[in-house]
């Protein structure tokens, strides 16, 4: 969501076992996203899919009782 949004990333993942991690930088992600505008789009759907489940998660937190 960060490389969209270009807002700092709000996720935090933990490993249960050993494993390797990749960086997939701002420029490559365009590159791609420009070269494959297919992808683009089909990442785009599940971006704004996840922005309003986002919403509606935290419109329920709002309107949870104490």
Do not use: E
Request: proline share 5%; charged share 25%.
């Amino acid at each position: 969501m960060a490389l969209l949004t270009g807002q700092p990333r709000q996720a935090d993942v933990v490993a249960l076992s050993y494993c390797r991690l990749l960086v997939l930088g701002k420029v490559d992600f365009d590159r791609f996203v420009a070269a494959n505008p297919d992808a683009g789009a089909a990442i785009n759907r599940v971006a704004q899919a996840r922005l309003a489940m986002n919403r509606d998660d935290a419109d329920h937190a709002i309107d949870a009782p104490l």
